[in-house]
């Protein structure tokens, strides 16, 4: 009954795109992007792991920087008021998570119950925003085309949210003012750059525009974030601008 | 590019002490180790049971550093003394999460102070995808560590780092110390976008083929 996938992703994020993730210089919606395509692929988690290890070498390479007189003291203060009978903080020791077994479930009994159309897993990244897929309001932005506003637009001009899009639609052709990444969670999309599965993220910058289309025979559910606001093209973009708000 | 690690050896760490946590399995012999890492990472074992001794060193070798990055990143100083703080407070309440087969302790340091860096500047988030779950897949590679121990890791990692190009080592320090991604570095360098991924792309494969993973 779950539909397991039995492939990795095959389109990832550059090493650009994971220096910035792991050094923590990408906005929020792009973070989120970047980290559900990490809780499928295995390659660019190990990317992640030495991006981090270049911060670590990083940090350990910095000058240190003089501390106030009673740092340590003061820390050892706030530690003690922690560690203090009663306070609820001190249940933070508890087993180390790479001792415990995972033990998410895969699927959930609703979605088991629902027939045909597997309900994708939700990567955990997700669910700091939205409870699961199934069930969410989606508001019609133009025929073929939904969505549900993950993260408003930052100061920044960042955005997230998820597009589902009918079998066959095409987005309007879109171009760029600054990053933008799409990562499929359920069906699939193609664009100039080739297909796209569960997993897969596409990287558009600056200097490219695309067109996706679902091509599947079902609903692609996507994730889609910007870094700044999409310039669409052509009239149908134009006309679709204002309600999509990318 | 050695640190300055000297003013932390008051207490040796003897050999002993090093390989507390790895998994030690047909590991090269150990050449002039920089017993540093193994050290840190013997002590935040210790600081998850609770050992304060361990805390206080843990505290005087990365808090002034942590705060330096801060600084780095443009925080006031009062600021980035309250976030080396917390950050080493963090360190303390998440020690038993660290798993010294996984990551250095600075690594794990480093991603503490960028998340609460993150939590205290921009008032967002910063995904993560933690280390129990990767959907669909099993990964059955050995982890990082046991195809190259902590000493020789971190060592190989400095020499990597102090083998990159300057050009490389600059988007590199952007990147880690100016808060910019690779299209606010090219504009910041006056660079094509693609020059900043590919330099960042090459800085990376030496840093990848310095950590023994150089065959994907």
Known sequence: ?246 | MIAPLATLLTHAAGPDRTGTGQPGTGQAPRVCADPAAARQSADLVAVAAGDRQAFARLFAHFAPRVKAYMLKLGMPAQRAEDLAQDTLLSVWRKASLYDPAKAEAATWVFTIARNLRIDALRRERHPEVSDDELLEHEDDRPPADELLDGDRRARRLRGALAALTPEQAEVVRLSFFADLAHPAIAERLDLPLGTVKSRLRLAMAKIRKALGDDDR
């Open chain 1, 1 to 246: 009954m779950t539909a397991r996938q039995l492939f990795l992703p095959n389109h990832h994020p550059s090493d650009a795109m994971l220096v910035a993730y792991g050094a923590g210089s990408l906005g929020e919606g792009l973070s989120l992007a970047v980290a559900v395509h990490l809780s499928h692929c295995p390659d660019c988690r190990a990317t992640l792991a030495e991006v981090e290890a270049l911060g670590g070498a990083l940090l350990e390479d910095l000058p240190p920087a003089p501390l106030e007189s009673l740092s340590l003291a003061a820390t050892l203060d706030r530690l003690d008021r922690e560690e203090a009978p009663g306070n609820p903080c001190k249940a933070l020791h508890v087993e180390p998570q790479w001792k415990r077994h995972s033990g998410t479930p895969k699927t959930t009994p609703a979605a088991n119950a629902q027939g045909p159309t597997p309900v994708p897993v939700l990567p955990r990244p997700l669910r700091a925003y939205i409870p699961a897929l199934d069930g969410l309001s989606w508001q019609r932005l133009a025929p073929g085309v939904r969505r549900v506003e993950l993260l408003p637009r930052t100061a920044s001009g960042g955005a997230a949210q998820l597009l589902r899009i009918a079998p066959g639609t095409a987005l309007p052709h879109h171009g760029h003012g600054g990053l933008e990444l799409t990562v499929v969670l359920s069906g699939h999309f193609a664009d100039e750059l080739g297909r796209y599965g569960p997993g897969d993220l596409a990287e558009v910058d600056g200097e490219t525009s695309h067109q996706p289309i679902a091509d599947s025979h079902r609903d692609c559910i996507c994730l889609i974030a910007t870094d700044a606001p999409l310039r669409f093209t052509g009239l149908m973009g134009r006309l679709m601008q204002p309600f999509i708000g990318l």
